[in-house]
């Protein structure tokens, strides 16, 4: 068996019996998907009770195919309230994984309005608490969403900006270019931000969602390099918090671009993987 894989170890013999106990499940993930059909809802619950004994590369594998089974079922299948929610929750699991997640973010979207149909919400749009519009003047290509608290010069350093997005104490954007940009700020009750069914229409695009701290409640939209001039920044006032915040796009005819900056209360503080800045055109 070795002279098939000259280059395994010792160690890789000894992970052998594992990776084969997984295999039946990971075998059966990608068959389904291959073959374009839906796991029934009882086969995902299967799998997905094994997928924390997985290796993690195999583990990470099973998250891509089990949204995929997760958002076709939270869609199209005649479930429960129950398994409504095991759907949503295991999509929210696998948002983290996932190299296109906006997509399933808009369809975990339509999931969660199924839910509050299911419960007798005749109307599942968000409430909105609270909005802010404005404008915010762009030199570097780039605008974020920041408690005023949490920064000092720092934040005009792009190289910081990955580190300082991971750690929750602003969120950024690439625009693509620079200029005059119509802005809001608005915080919603709902489970993660969201736009209503009428908005959608007008939406060009959807950033990731992520976490934010703003412990003041003093919020502001602007470049990087603006966040302290009030002529070119937009502020607002929040509660003290944790939030999710996701930013949609907004191309309405004969209006200039609108970024509309999406908040929602989180249950804490989270930590946001981000290796390079978002580009919303």
């Not at 509050?116 to 762009?138: F, H, Q, R, Y």
Request: glycine share 4%.
């Amino acid at each position: 068996m070795l002279a098939l894989w000259p280059d395994w170890t010792p160690e890789c013999i000894c992970c052998l019996p594992a990776l084969n106990m997984f295999a039946p499940f990971v075998d059966k993930v990608f068959r389904h998907k291959q073959e374009g059909e839906i796991m029934t809802l009882l086969d995902l619950k299967r799998m997905w009770a094994q997928t924390e004994k997985m290796p993690i590369k195999e583990r990470r594998k099973a998250y891509r195919s089990a949204s995929h089974h997760a958002v076709e079922l939270g869609l199209n299948a005649s479930l429960e309230l129950q398994d409504i929610d095991f759907c949503i929750d295991v999509i929210k699991t696998c948002l983290p994984v996932l190299s296109y997640p906006t997509a399933t973010q808009n369809k975990l979207t339509k999931i969660y309005r199924r839910k509050l149909e299911s419960m007798g919400v005749d109307d599942p749009e968000p409430v909105v608490i609270s909005k802010t519009s404005g404008n915010a003047g762009i030199d570097s290509g780039t605008l974020m969403i920041a408690d005023t608290s949490l920064l000092d010069d720092k934040i005009e350093d792009y190289t910081q900006w990955p580190q300082i997005a991971s750690e929750g104490s602003a969120y950024f954007i690439s625009t693509g270019g620079d200029g005059l940009a119509a802005a809001q700020v608005r915080v919603i009750d709902f489970p993660f931000p969201a736009l209503s069914v009428k908005e959608t229409r007008f939406g060009r695009d959807q950033s990731d969602t992520r976490v934010i701290h703003v412990p003041s409640g003093n919020v502001v939209v602007s470049d990087p390099v603006y966040w302290d001039m009030p002529d070119l920044s937009m502020a607002a006032t929040v509660e003290p918090g944790y939030y999710q915040v996701s930013v949609f796009v907004f191309e309405i005819p004969n209006r200039i671009f609108s970024y509309y900056f999406v908040m929602c209360q989180s249950d804490g503080p989270h930590t946001n993987t981000v290796q390079e800045i978002q580009a919303l055109y």
